[in-house]
């Protein structure tokens, strides 16, 4: 059977986990996947006999900002860095003959783990001279160029020459995981020509391929969903202020699974307070839930493709630290998926005003999106494998 490698790192949300573990799920009926997981534990994973999880311990120290000024961070940082390169390369002994790695978002965005991601890479090749070498990539990372102001272009001009050339070294194939109508990579990737023949459009990861109808709406459930929860602070007060003052709407918010404990508590004591709030750990079925609500208030992480498959009207509030978000906020907004509005604009009262707008007057979007991206992933990495093979 055909192996494999997928190295997956996840911050501050699971969105890129639950993509990598979809595509994951779409392989396994070719491929043995070892997948290394290196970001906090959320408890989410893969039932399949073809599927080995290895979980390296998160490092939090290396997505501090204070990281480089603080040497008792370091050294925590590079005590647990030894302690992932002794798991990987001697007690779970992955350097077996592989067919293929894939590495998420890396080369492009999380560089503090090249070093681990192309060790991976440099000892799968010495095994295997033909394994196939690819890169997953979300399609974004950052604002478009037209957006960005001169510090940020000349620090993403020069990291792109370094993705660049490890790009042009080490992969075969960078499989994006978009729709190039919708979000393109030439928009937020400066050196696109040099790497042009190497990128694969997949179509966004998603298990259903078709739009849901709604099952039935009721008018006034408003569903809350923050990703893993960590960067909820960015509308979490203006929204508990809110609620209270419209009562005819009930809200039901799900708790991330890295949300602070200060967040949970906040959470809990309002839900005591306030009659028309619920709060939940965890959604069984996201989609079902979504096909049921009048509207969804989230941030602009991967939820966003649980909105379009569904058709539900959002509300859509992102973090404008993360050039990321705001760039999907808009390309969903323009295409009228969802109504994306800063929180630097946002009050209470404008909330309640946004939130009574939806529901009475619900967005209908009439844009198409490819979510083929695990059956596009799936030939494509077989094309590749055969192509090498007869090579």
Not at 52 to 76: G, R, Y
Not at 82 to 92: A, E, G, S, T
Not at 188 to 212: C, M, P, Q
Not at 228 to 234: C, D, L, P
Request: hydrophobic letters at 40%; charged letters at 25%.
């Amino acid at each position: 059977m055909i192996r494999g490698i997928v190295y997956c790192i996840h911050i501050t949300g699971v969105g890129h986990l639950k993509r990598m573990l979809m595509l994951c799920e779409g392989l396994l009926d070719f491929a043995h996947i070892t997948f290394i997981q290196g970001g906090i534990e959320v408890g989410l994973t893969l039932d399949h006999p073809n599927f080995h999880h290895i979980k390296l311990p998160f490092i939090p120290e290396l997505v501090s900002n204070d990281l480089f000024k603080d040497e008792a961070m370091q050294a925590e940082a590079k005590r647990c860095m030894k302690i992932r390169k002794k798991l990987l390369f001697h007690d779970f002994n992955i350097m077996k003959k592989h067919d293929f790695v894939i590495t998420e978002q890396v080369p492009f965005t999380k560089l503090m783990w090249l070093n681990e991601a192309l060790s991976i890479v440099r000892g799968v090749k010495e095994l295997n001279p033909k394994a196939i070498i690819i890169g997953s990539h979300k399609g974004v990372t950052r604002e478009d160029k037209e957006f960005l102001d001169a510090n940020h272009l000349r620090r993403y001009i020069v990291g792109d020459s370094i993705t660049e050339s490890i790009i042009t070294k080490y992969y075969d194939k960078i499989f994006v995981h978009t729709d190039p109508k919708l979000i393109p990579l030439e928009g937020n990737f400066f050196n696109i020509e040099a790497v042009r023949d190497k990128i694969a459009y997949t179509g966004f990861i998603s298990k259903l391929t078709e739009r849901l109808p709604p099952i039935e709406r009721k008018n006034k459930e408003i569903l809350v969903t923050i990703g893993a929860g960590m960067k909820f602070r960015v509308f979490m007060e203006i929204l508990l202020k809110a609620i209270p003052s419209i009562p005819d709407y009930t809200f039901t918010i799900v708790k991330g699974p890295m949300m602070t404990q200060i967040q949970k508590k906040r959470l809990d004591e309002a839900e005591r307070k306030i009659n028309n709030l619920k709060v939940v750990e965890f959604l069984d079925n996201l989609n079902d839930k979504l096909r049921k609500c009048a509207l969804a208030i989230t941030m602009a992480g991967f939820t966003l493709i649980n909105l379009y498959v569904t058709r539900t009207p959002a509300l859509v509030i992102p973090d404008l630290q993360e050039g990321s978000q705001t760039n999907l906020a808009r390309k969903f907004n323009d295409f009228g998926c969802i109504r994306a509005i800063s929180v630097d604009d946002l009050s209470p009262k404008k909330l309640i005003n946004h939130i009574r707008e939806l529901t009475e007057k619900p967005l209908e979007p009439n844009f198409e999106i490819d979510l083929n991206g695990i059956s596009n992933s799936q030939k494509k990495l077989k094309m590749l494998l055969r192509s090498k093979l007869l090579s």
